[in-house]
C-alpha cells in the first residue's frame, strides 16, 4: 500500500554541525506535506510546509525539500541545538484518512544531538 | 497562536472502565481528530469531525466512540477500556477552510498517555 516512510530511524549529529532527516513518500497524488518536531512526552509541533508547486522552502534554521520526481522530501537543521532533540516525522495529504482534510504520518527519525 | 489542550496528560484506568478524553481548541477550528500513537506504528488515525454533531471513522475505531457537541470540544470515549488500548492519544485540530486547496496543517495537543490495568 502507499505510506509515508522514512530512510534512518535514529539520526545522531554533533551539536553545531547541520542534520538532514529525510522522508520518502509514494503517493504521486499528494501535494502537500508537513513535517513536525515531537519532543519526549509531548505532542507534535508544526516546524514548516511545503505544497507541490514549491520545491524548496526555509524557515528559521529549517529548510525544506520536496523533489516531486523521486518522491523525496527532506528536512535540513542548519546549527543544531541540544533543544533540537526530539523525533521528527513528515506528513502528506494523499492518500490519507481523515477526508480532504486528513494527513498521512510517517513513523519518524529520532534526532540525537550530540555535545 | 493555536492552543488545543487535553484534558489530562496522564491517566490510570482499570480494564472495563469507562473512560473519556477531552480535547478543547480555541482557535474555532472546523476539523478536530483524535489519534493513537504507538511505538514502531506511528499516528493512526481513530475518529474525525468536520462539524458539530459529526463524526466520521478512521483507520482504527473498533473499541471507540466519539462526540463533538461543541465546536471547540472533541470527546474520545473509550466504553470498555482494554489493556490494548493502553497507548498516548493525540487530539489535533486544523481551520478547515480548505476549499482552495487541499491540505492543511493540523496542530496538535500535548497527549493523553493512557495505561489500561
Known amino acids: 500500500g502507499e505510506s509515508v516512510g522514512l530512510h534512518l530511524p535514529t539520526l545522531s549529529v554533533q551539536e553545531g554541525d547541520n542534520s538532514i532527516i529525510n522522508c520518502a513518500y509514494s503517493n504521486s497524488a499528494s501535494d502537500y506535506f508537513i513535517w513536525y518536531k515531537q519532543e519526549s512526552g509531548k505532542g507534535p509541533q508544526f516546524i514548516i510546509d511545503?505544497?507541490?508547486?514549491?520545491d524548496k522552502r526555509q524557515g528559521q534554521r529549517v529548510t525544506v525539500l520536496l523533489n516531486k520526481t523521486v518522491k523525496h522530501l527532506s528536512l535540513q537543521i542548519a546549527a543544531t541545538q541540544p533543544g533540537d532533540s526530539a523525533v521528527y516525522f513528515c506528513?502528506?495529504?494523499?492518500?490519507?484518512?481523515?477526508?480532504?482534510?486528513?494527513?498521512?504520518f510517517g513513523k519518524g527519525t529520532h534526532l540525537i544531538i550530540q555535545p | 497562536d493555536v492552543k488545543v489542550t487535553q484534558s489530562s496528560r496522564y491517566l490510570v484506568k482499570r480494564t472495563g472502565e469507562k473512560v473519556f478524553l477531552e480535547c478543547v481548541q480555541d482557535?474555532?477550528?472546523?476539523?478536530m481528530f483524535w489519534y493513537r500513537q504507538d511505538p514502531g506504528l506511528g499516528l493512526r488515525l481513530i475518529y474525525f469531525?468536520?462539524?458539530?454533531?459529526?463524526?466520521e471513522k478512521g483507520d482504527i475505531p473498533e473499541g471507540y466512540s466519539v462526540s463533538r457537541e461543541k465546536k471547540e470540544r472533541f470527546s474520545l470515549i473509550l466504553e470498555s477500556a482494554s489493556t490494548n488500548q493502553t497507548s498516548m492519544y493525540l487530539c489535533a485540530s486544523s481551520p478547515g477552510r480548505s476549499r482552495l486547496g487541499s491540505g492543511e496543517t493540523q496542530y496538535f495537543g500535548p497527549g493523553t498517555r493512557l495505561l489500561v490495568l
Open positions: 482557535m474555532d477550528h472546523e476539523n
Open positions: 511545503i505544497r507541490s508547486n514549491m
Open positions: 506528513a502528506e495529504n494523499g492518500n490519507s484518512g481523515g477526508g480532504a482534510d486528513g494527513l498521512t
Open positions: 469531525s468536520y462539524d458539530v454533531k459529526m463524526k
